[in-house]
């Protein structure tokens, strides 16, 4: 029997705009919302001349095209990351599937890595550091987490685990009659508005002093906090638990999601040794003498 407390998912039409055959998701609104939110703090972030010593910065003519890359990056990503992470046997039997975007299926693992190459190949295109961008982009980015997992929740999707004996509980429309954790939620406060506060935190603390600092923290930052609320978040059902299972605090064992968090926090504690020991600091060249001036 499911707890007094338990709630009932509440009736929110996916569809947030329609106008004719022309339809808008809440999806697609909240990945506009992350990508507008995130571009309008990173132009505060260029203008802010006490975050950055000699580090050359962006302009904020960089961030309004940066903008456009990023946003490929992420959607390729993401779409190609859950093809090969999560449901490949899937669409290597219907390869036209993968272009079906609209039947859902994105990877937050995938798209990192997409935004990551995308703002590599632009720092190169315009002669920028790859380390400061990637540092701007991890300041900005727990906005469209925020808004996506939101979005999740919306969809009723991507819900937590059996949860009968949580008070607040929630019985998703997709998940039969079981209440389950909302595990939307816990991903939006966690990854999202906590993350947020913790890297807004940092910047003011730290600048872009430091190259990779950031982005060290954020990838470090992320891959404990999605571990964590995948101790709620129930596993893709092509996947199952990869291993341990009947291990964790609320039974299962280890998923998808965890296992590719491993690396992240690798690679983000990595990177925050080298900014801290001042490996990634750029070389300022030492100042002309007047005698090497009269030489020259």
């Avoid at 802010?48 to 390729?76: E, H, K, M, Q, S």
């Avoid at 019985?171 to 009659?177: E, K, L, M, R, V």
Wanted: charged share 15%; proline share 7%; hydrophobic share 50%.
């Amino acid at each position: 029997m499911p707890p007094l407390l338990a709630l009932p998912f509440p009736s929110i039409d996916p569809v947030a705009v329609a106008i004719g055959p022309i339809t808008i998701k809440w999806y697609a609104l909240a990945y506009i919302a992350g990508l507008v939110g995130g571009w309008f703090y990173a132009r505060r972030l260029v203008l802010a001349d006490n975050l950055w010593g000699v580090v050359r910065r962006p302009t904020t003519a960089d961030i309004d095209d940066l903008i456009v890359w990023v946003a490929l990056g992420v959607v390729l990503g993401g779409r190609l990351g859950y093809v090969l992470f999560y449901n490949l046997p899937l669409y290597l039997a219907d390869p036209l599937e993968i272009l079906a975007i609209r039947n859902g299926g994105m990877s937050f693992h995938g798209g990192f890595l997409g935004a990551v190459l995308a703002m590599v190949l632009f720092a190169r295109r315009r002669g920028l550091g790859a380390y400061t961008l990637l540092d701007v982009a991890a300041v900005v980015v727990p906005i469209g987490l925020f808004f996506g997992r939101i979005a999740n929740f919306v969809n009723g999707e991507l819900w937590g685990r059996a949860a009968p004996d949580f008070a607040y509980a929630v019985i998703f429309p997709t998940g039969g009659d079981v209440p389950r954790h909302p595990s939307q939620l816990y991903e939006a406060l966690t990854e999202g508005l906590f993350l947020f506060v913790v890297m807004s935190m940092c910047v003011h603390r730290y600048g872009f002093r430091r190259p990779g600092l950031m982005g060290g923290i954020f990838v470090l930052g992320y891959a404990l906090a999605r571990t964590f609320c995948e101790f709620f978040r129930e596993p893709d059902r092509q996947l199952g638990y990869l291993f341990g299972e009947g291990l964790g605090p609320l039974g299962g064992g280890v998923t998808m999601g965890m296992l590719l968090c491993v690396p992240m926090a690798l690679v983000g504690l990595t990177y925050i040794v080298l900014a801290a020991c001042g490996a990634t600091r750029p070389r300022v060249p030492a100042e002309t003498t007047p005698e090497e001036t009269a030489r020259a």
